[in-house]
């Protein structure tokens, strides 16, 4: 079935627009640049300090859970690894495919954002949703790797957002 998805990407949705676009979409994400610089401006200020804090932390959450934890235990193959015939528009990733990191990583931070109060976080998920679909379109991953990888995000981003407000709450008492 997820075989069935992918190919009806390729060949229903694929064109030379969505061909130029979604690897330059993908790859501001390739180690959450995106992301990671966005945490970064929202720490340089004080009203968006919380929020930057929320982000930044769902994002070290993620690297820990999904990338050196999820990826290297799981090792599951790439769709391209196992249909061979389909020619990639992006270098080959080295590293396995469960869950998606480029999605967790993005909603990871939407969530964050969503967590941390920021009205950021709506125009956040329309580039993660974008993002997500790029792994499929380029054929890099499964769509439960993608499902996974939102899940999986959405979860730290919350609880990112939960351990951030208990902090700062607890900084205050102590005031």
Same mark, same amino acid.
């Given at each position: 079935?997820?075989?069935?998805?992918?190919?009806?990407?390729?060949?229903?949705?694929?064109?030379?627009?969505?061909?130029?676009?979604?690897?330059?979409?993908?790859?501001?994400?390739?180690?959450?640049?995106?992301?990671?610089?966005?945490?970064?401006?929202?720490?340089?200020?004080?009203?968006?300090?919380?929020?930057?804090?929320?982000?930044?932390?769902?994002?070290?959450?993620?690297?820990?859970?999904?990338? *050196?934890?999820?990826?290297? *235990?799981?090792?599951?193959?790439?769709?391209?690894?196992?249909?061979?015939?389909?020619?990639?528009?992006?270098?080959?990733?080295?590293?396995?495919?469960?869950?998606?990191?480029?999605? +967790?990583?993005?909603?990871?931070?939407?969530?964050?954002?969503? +967590?941390?109060?920021?009205?950021?976080?709506?125009?956040?998920?329309?580039?993660?949703?974008?993002?997500?679909?790029?792994?499929?379109?380029?054929?890099?991953?499964?769509?439960?790797?993608? *499902? +996974?990888?939102?899940?999986?995000? +959405?979860?730290?981003?919350?609880?990112?957002?939960?351990?951030?407000?208990? *902090?700062?709450?607890?900084?205050?008492?102590?005031?």
């Amino acid at each position: 079935m997820e075989f069935a998805i992918l190919d009806w990407i390729q060949a229903h949705l694929r064109c030379g627009f969505l061909d130029a676009v979604l690897p330059a979409v993908s790859w501001t994400s390739n180690h959450g640049e995106i992301w990671i610089l966005l945490a970064v401006l929202l720490l340089l200020f004080r009203k968006t300090r919380r929020q930057g804090a929320t982000v930044a932390l769902a994002l070290v959450m993620d690297l820990v859970c999904c990338n *050196l934890t999820l990826k290297p *235990l799981i090792g599951r193959v790439r769709p391209f690894t196992v249909n061979t015939a389909v020619q990639l528009l992006i270098e080959a990733p080295l590293d396995a495919s469960f869950p998606s990191g480029h999605t +967790a990583v993005s909603f990871a931070a939407v969530f964050a954002l969503r +967590a941390g109060g920021s009205p950021l976080w709506k125009p956040a998920l329309a580039l993660a949703s974008v993002i997500a679909f790029s792994r499929l379109y380029l054929y890099v991953h499964w769509p439960t790797d993608v *499902l +996974a990888g939102i899940l999986l995000g +959405a979860a730290l981003g919350q609880l990112a957002g939960v351990m951030v407000k208990r *902090l700062m709450e607890r900084m205050e008492k102590k005031r």
